[in-house]
């Protein structure tokens, strides 16, 4: 299958590229087009030769971010308008890796990191990260979320926040219209002062 050997060839290149501390950024598209127009145009199949060549440091390529989609690589040095602000990225994790997770904040892919200072790897998928993958987690990543059964259960999981979202504003908007129903003789209800009106709630950032 074309994407699965697409696969074996980035993890090839990653590993290698992470052994001689060659930095690199891969966005691999899945629902969303990552590539605009904004690098330089490439269209050819996803070969760790050709990955390699272009992150090799003093090609004019390497130091944008490549773009593939499918089995195929479409894009290279794309630059991004954007880089990830979250907080919470370590400050050894440096622009390469904040233009990455930026890229999965904003458009459904997934983003391989390789740091040229410990030649560490990082994925990033939907704003979210993990670091020091070797290449037999990678490969699960990478078969489960472009070819397995991730996105489906990703998207499952989010519907049920939200169907528990919209029932708690429900119920909440219920209770608020209660309080606003009018007595006898056209007089708005006075509320018992023993029992305190419930205060508004607030959804916690995850």
């Known amino acids: 299958e074309p994407l699965r050997h697409a696969i074996d060839e980035v993890i090839t290149a990653v590993q290698q590229m992470a052994r001689e501390r060659i930095g690199a950024l891969i966005v691999w598209e899945r629902q969303d087009v990552v590539a605009e127009g904004h690098g330089i145009e490439v ?4 070969s760790a030769p050709l990955l390699r060549t272009i992150f090799y440091p003093g090609s004019p390529l390497h130091d944008g971010a490549v773009i593939l989609r499918g089995d195929q690589i479409v894009e290279a040095a794309v630059y991004f308008s954007e880089i990830s602000q979250n907080p919470t990225i370590p400050e050894t994790m440096h622009t390469r890796h904040r233009a990455g997770i930026g890229a999965t904040e904003n458009a459904d892919c997934i983003a391989i990191i ?4 410990s030649g560490q790897i990082t994925v990033a998928v939907d704003g979210t990260w993990t670091q020091g993958v ?24 989010m519907e049920r926040a939200f169907t528990g979202m919209r029932r ?10 209660d309080e606003g129903v009018m007595a006898e003789g056209g007089h708005p209800r006075e509320s018992n002062p023993a029992q305190p009106k419930p205060s508004g ?6």
Do not use: N
Request: no cysteine; hydrophobic share 35%.
């Open 43 to 46: 269209q050819a199949a996803v």
């Open 201 to 206: 709630g607030h959804i916690q950032s995850q």
């Open 134 to 157: 070797d290449s037999e987690h990678l490969r699960r990543l990478l078969t489960d979320l472009l070819v397995g059964e991730a996105r489906p259960r990703l998207l499952k999981q």
């Open 114 to 117: 390789v740091s040229e200072e």
């Open 168 to 177: 708690a504003s429900s119920k909440q908007s219920a209770s608020q219209r």
